[in-house]
């Protein structure tokens, strides 16, 4: 069982950064593949980037390229994604998520446990 919990969402300006955490419990955190995903109001949930187990690997969302950054620290059983040059379409409650293996990481099906979110805006 793995329990997330997400951090560091906020309003912020277009062209500023934000930083989200997530937390996790447990003691087989360094076994899971990690995601960030988002979902606007009235739109699906989307991915947005994700991290393999041991860190060697990461996944982004075309448009978040060079602007976003996901890392994490088995040690201390966090991920964190760092955003920068952030638009106003980044708008949206961000989830933090974990799942096995990195084959499907780009699928929300893909992962076991969810976080409850953390809400970004996005100002013009």
Known sequence: QVTLV??????????????LS?????RTFSSYA?????????KEREFVAAI???????????????RFTISRDN???TV????NSLKPEDTAAYYCTA???FFSVRMSTHYDYWGQGTQVTVSS
């Not at 997400?6 to 930083?19: K, M, P, T, Y």
């Open 6 to 19: 997400e951090s560091g969402g906020g309003l912020v300006q277009a062209g500023g950064s934000l930083r």
């Open 22 to 26: 997530c937390a996790a419990s447990g």
């Open 34 to 42: 990690m995601g960030w995903f988002r979902q606007a109001p009235g």
């Open 52 to 66: 393999s187990s041991s860190g060697s690997g990461t996944a982004y969302k075309d448009s978040v390229k060079g």
């Open 75 to 77: 040690a201390e059983n």
């Open 80 to 83: 964190a994604l760092q955003m």
């Open 99 to 101: 799942g096995r293996g």
